[in-house]
């Protein structure tokens, strides 16, 4: 019988089952590692978007901030301009009023009569001015109780040109 030696076979043979053990273990390492590098490539692009994302959300707040104090001080500038506006329209209102309160001078005060000094203290008038004669102030302090209010005769005097006056008007509330 033919003595066969299996023994360099057997070595051979397990030697090449090691190096393909090898080969796969290195593949599978290989394979590993490039699948740990992709998935590290994927999370850095997701945590960059994750980033960009953010920033541009703490943009958009910072713009809104920005909208929101220029809103803030529309609404100061309004406040101010309705301040104005109000007295404004109460200044328009006086106006009015010593207008008004001209006009009524104007239609109690009889001819021959000239005033020299009007002067208000609230609701008090403070009328001084020449006449030509007694009656024309008695006209006169009849006109202006019937249009303006209470009229009283302070003091008159005699002078060259007539007769001098002065005397108080206590108004109506008008308002």
Same mark, same amino acid.
């Not at 740990?36 to 978007?49: E, I, T």
């Not at 239609?107 to 008038?125: F, I, K």
């Given at each position: 019988?033919?003595?066969?030696?299996?023994?360099?076979?057997?070595?051979?043979?397990?030697?090449?089952?090691?190096?393909?053990?090898?080969?796969?273990?290195?593949?599978?390492?290989?394979?590993?590692?490039?699948?740990?590098?992709?998935?590290?490539?994927?999370?850095?692009? #997701?945590?960059?978007?994750? +980033?960009?994302? $953010?920033?541009?959300?703490?943009?958009?707040?910072?713009? &809104?901030? %920005? =909208? @929101?104090?220029?809103?803030?001080?529309?609404?100061?500038?309004?406040?101010?301009?309705?301040?104005?506006?109000?007295?404004?329209?109460?200044?328009?209102?006086?106006?009015?009023?010593?207008?008004?309160?001209?006009?009524?001078?104007?239609?109690?005060?009889?001819?021959?009569?000239?005033?020299?000094? #009007?002067?208000?203290?609230? +609701?008090?008038? $403070?009328?001084?001015?020449?006449?030509?004669?007694?009656? &024309?102030? %008695? =006209? @006169?302090?009849?006109?202006?109780?019937?249009?303006?209010?209470?009229?009283?005769?302070?003091?008159?005097?005699?002078?060259?040109?007539?007769?001098?006056?002065?005397?108080?008007?206590?108004?109506?509330?008008?308002?």
């Amino acid at each position: 019988m033919l003595a066969l030696n299996l023994l360099p076979w057997r070595e051979q043979s397990r030697q090449t089952g090691i190096r393909r053990l090898q080969g796969l273990l290195l593949g599978v390492g290989v394979l590993a590692a490039l699948i740990v590098w992709m998935a590290d490539q994927l999370g850095r692009q #997701v945590q960059q978007r994750q +980033m960009r994302e $953010h920033a541009s959300i703490h943009q958009a707040i910072e713009r &809104l901030d %920005a =909208q @929101l104090a220029q809103v803030a001080q529309h609404k100061v500038e309004q406040a101010q301009v309705k301040r104005r506006l109000q007295a404004l329209e109460h200044l328009q209102d006086k106006r009015s009023l010593l207008v008004d309160l001209f006009e009524s001078l104007e239609r109690a005060v009889p001819q021959g009569v000239y005033l020299t000094a #009007v002067t208000r203290d609230g +609701m008090h008038l $403070h009328i001084h001015g020449l006449a030509r004669s007694g009656s &024309l102030v %008695a =006209q @006169l302090l009849r006109n202006l109780s019937s249009t303006l209010g209470e009229a009283e005769m302070q003091q008159m005097k005699a002078v060259d040109e007539g007769e001098a006056f002065e005397l108080n008007v206590t108004m109506r509330d008008v308002s």
